[in-house]
């Protein structure tokens, strides 16, 4: 599990929860069923409106990556391509083809045996770029349904609290369930500015900076594999790669070395 993204939800939650009850408050004020409905259900609603359902159903489920450590697969490939440029400088680069079904990156199979296949360097880099862009273009919408979220959960909020606030005027004459009613009502401006800024959007910035290295470890195979194409020396392969690592993946991955 990701440490910093499940710290960051519990010490959220925790402080919040600390701050009420250090107040004198007490859970019950804020946990109103119709409150959470009217956030939830609008929010959600709205966001069905604006995405494809197909695309809502992907983003939620992708939530699952937002609490999984990241694995740190940029040295790996980096060995990889260096294992695959001193076979192709000993044999040729068809001698290949035979790696080709023991790849698990659909990217990296498709790129190499694009190359196996005896496809110029400039075409390859063209071909593939189309299938990187398209492909990045298709995860930056999960990040941005959770970013639609965390814009519409706050006004729904405030819908909320306005039609809480209609039904304690329906009953001015008796002063206690006014002052009861109107804490009830903006309990759903909470939950709307909560949900927002402790989840939806911090769930979009998360994705989007996994998605960001994802990218990255896409331009290092396909840079990687047209290199070998072009013949470059493995040395000088594993130093161009490393440039595509961050200084910490970079530290991590000599000390594994």
């Known amino acids: ?4 993204s499940i710290g960051g ?4 939650i925790a402080g919040i929860i600390a701050g009420l009850l250090i107040e004198g408050g007490n859970l019950g ?7 959470a409905l009217i956030v939830f259900g609008g929010t959600l609603g709205a966001v069905m409106l604006q995405f494809p359902l197909t695309t809502v159903g992907s983003a939620f489920r992708s939530l699952a990556h937002v609490f999984a450590a990241p694995r ?3 040295t790996q490939v980096i060995r990889q391509l260096i294992t695959f440029a001193n076979k192709a ?10 790696d ?5 990156d659909p990217f990296l199979k498709q790129t190499l045996m694009l190359a196996v296949d005896g496809t110029e360097p400039v075409e ?3 071909i593939m770029r189309v299938t990187l862009d398209s492909l990045t273009e298709d995860e930056e919408r999960l990040p941005a349904v959770f970013e639609s979220a965390g814009g519409f959960s ?14 304690v005027m329906q009953h001015l004459d008796n002063i206690n369930e006014v002052g009861r009613g109107i804490a009830v009502a903006f309990v759903a401006t909470i939950y709307g500015v909560g949900i927002a800024n402790l989840f939806f959007l911090p769930f979009a910035g998360k994705m989007r900076l996994r998605i960001r290295n994802g990218h990255r470890r896409r331009e290092m195979m396909l840079e990687g594999v047209i290199s070998i194409l072009e013949g470059m020396n493995p040395r000088m392969l594993e130093i161009k790669l490393a440039g595509f690592v961050d200084g910490a993946n970079r530290e991590q991955g000599e000390r594994a070395a």
């Open 100 to 104: 080709l079904e023991a790849i698990q």
């Open 154 to 167: 706050p006004t729904i909020g405030i819908l909320g609290a306005v039609l809480g606030l209609i039904q």
């Open 72 to 74: 740190k697969q940029e």
């Open 1 to 4: 599990m990701d440490k910093a």
């Open 89 to 98: 400088r000993r044999n040729g680069v068809v001698s290949l083809d035979g």
């Open 29 to 35: 004020q804020v946990l109103q069923p119709t409150a």
């Open 9 to 12: 939800a519990f010490l959220a």
């Open 124 to 126: 390859l880099r063209k």
